[in-house]
């Protein structure tokens, strides 16, 4: 009997009690209590497998498994970063360009001929598209170019890449363009304008209150005029009349001074830079005059047959104005192409998953 073999000194018939681990060797699973670590464990670490059917084998640490380094994640996030950065540069100077020929742009005034309103070193803002909604109104202030009208140099070249070139630098503000102006606007087409009368400039009879705009000392035309301004033509002269090389300056050139239509840029509407001077360019209240408007008709009907006589002489300072760097259209550009390129990602991913494998 088994009894009688123990009590006579026998082997028992269980076998050799298991040694207790130490407790360096064990580890804390929870809800398991302590389990012994295969000796080829890292402490911390649980082999695949070994932590029971209910917990799912992998990293302990709590990271995603495609934020691990190991995982290979982080790499094919970075390499499609790189190739994506291309495509957004290009779509960014794309939307950049086209917002800088239709929308808006800015311009460095280098000269006095507008003060007291621009000064010297002003950066501006033209809107590009207000004149596709609304006609030019007095008192605006335009960006205009003068080439036929005012210059007559050689004409610009017309080689494709040259004016992409042109253009591209337009967007960080290089231009060699010595041909755009920056003046307001006195007389519209049909207008007669005149100086002076007591002293002042009148529009089709209606003497104009500019002494909140003009250069201080400066009078509203030191040279007489009487100008009809012609059909698709615009008379513009500068606030800081004394200086300002303006339409009474290009009498003797094509249109009497005026300039056309067709060459507005945009009008300036508001001042960028420097901080001390930003501001919005409004119309002075003296071109509000309701008899301004009224007396057109009857300018008109007085220039019919006549000719538009052009008296002074060529005054001083016509430096025309250069497009500035603006970080706007770029800026808008980059905004435009983020979710561009985010969209074409994903477009490109979703037709990628429905592929077969």
């Keep these: 009997m088994s009894g009688s073999g123990a009590r006579d000194g026998g082997s028992p018939p269980w076998g050799p009690a298991e040694p207790v681990p130490d407790l360096a060797d064990t580890q804390a699973m929870p809800g398991l209590g302590a389990m012994r670590r295969p000796p080829d464990a890292r ?8 932590a029971g059917p209910d917990i799912p084998a992998g990293p302990v640490t709590g990271q995603d498994p495609a934020a691990d380094p190991r995982s290979g994640q982080g790499g094919k996030r970075r390499r499609s970063f790189w190739r994506e950065l291309p495509v957004l540069i290009v779509i960014a100077l794309a939307l950049a360009l086209v917002i800088k020929s239709f929308v808006v742009q ?3 005034i280098p000269s006095g001929s507008m003060e007291n309103t621009l000064q010297v070193n002003d950066r501006v803002l033209i809107n590009k598209l207000v004149y596709h909604l609304r006609p030019i109104h007095r008192g605006d202030i335009i960006v205009f170019d003068g080439t036929g009208s005012w210059n007559f140099g050689p004409p610009a070249d017309s080689n494709i890449f040259s004016k992409a070139v042109s253009e591209l630098e337009g967007i960080v503000g290089i231009s060699h363009d010595s041909a755009i102006y920056i003046k307001r606007v006195i007389g519209l087409p049909g207008d007669h304008v005149k100086c002076c009368t007591a002293g002042l400039v009148t529009v089709n009879g209606v003497p104009l209150a500019e002494s909140s705009y003009l250069y201080p000392g400066n009078r509203p035309s030191a040279d007489k005029f009487s100008v009809i301004v012609p059909p698709g033509r615009l008379w513009v002269m500068g606030d800081h009349r004394g200086v300002s090389y303006d339409s009474r300056g290009h009498q003797g050139d094509p249109g009497g001074g005026t300039i056309p239509e067709s060459g507005v840029l945009g009008r300036a509407f508001v001042i960028v830079w420097p901080p001390s001077r930003v501001g919005i360019l409004d119309i002075p209240a003296t071109f509000e005059q309701p008899q301004l408007n009224a007396a ?5 009907n007085a220039a019919a047959g006549g000719s538009a006589a052009a008296l002074g002489s060529a005054l001083a300072n016509g430096t025309p104005i250069r497009p500035a760097s603006s970080p706007l259209p770029l800026a808008l ?15 490109r991913r ?3 998953a429905g592929k077969p494998r």
Aim: without cysteine; positive net charge; charged residues 20%.
């Design 350 to 352: 979703r037709s990628g």
């Design 296 to 300: 057109t008709a009857d300018a008109a």
């Design 43 to 50: 402490p911390g670490s649980v082999r695949p497998g070994d």
């Design 106 to 108: 800015a311009f460095w």
């Design 333 to 347: 550009g980059f905004a435009g192409a983020v979710p561009l390129t985010w969209l074409q990602r994903r477009l």
